[in-house]
């Protein structure tokens, strides 16, 4: 009877360590992706300084210069004049802006249809005097040299 209490407990130190094993598991298949995809702090800090400047000029309509401190890819994907003739057109649309909160920050490597690479896609929620909430995103690519430039910019 005695040997048998004992063997009853030790399954179930065996099937709480099991369970705890499963569960530690199972976090860590969801917080090791969160994880990598949040930036170290130094990243953040130098991909949002890069953000800040290219929103400032295209908030003070010098898109040739917005277009001058972009991405080396996305001046091959855009002409400048392309780019002052659309980002004129939805600038237009929303009008000045008003106000803009950083909203989130996340880190990648080699998106699809992008050159490999570091990236940092930057959100921003905004408020501009024709709309009253834009999502704003910056996507920034880490150049040689050690530059965060916008290698996108989208609105929603």
Do not use: C
């Amino acid at each position: 009877m005695a040997k048998q209490r004992a063997s009853k407990k030790s399954v179930k130190k065996w099937n709480t360590r099991i369970h705890y094993f499963l569960i530690a598991g199972f976090l860590l298949l969801i917080l090791v992706p969160m994880i990598n995809k949040t930036p170290r702090e130094e990243v953040v800090v130098r991909s949002t300084d890069a953000a800040v400047r290219f929103l400032y000029l295209v908030d003070n309509r010098e898109y040739d210069q917005s277009w001058e401190v972009s991405s080396r890819h996305m001046q091959q994907t855009i002409s400048r004049e392309e780019w002052g003739t659309k980002i004129a057109e939805i600038r237009e649309a929303v009008g000045p802006i008003v106000e803009r909160r950083k909203d989130d920050v996340t880190y990648m490597e080699a998106p699809a249809d992008l050159p490999e690479g570091e990236y940092v896609v930057i959100t921003f929620v905004s408020e501009f005097s024709q709309r009253k909430r834009v999502t704003e995103s910056v996507t920034l690519y880490l150049e040689k040299g050690d530059d965060w430039k916008v290698a996108g910019y989208f609105l929603k």
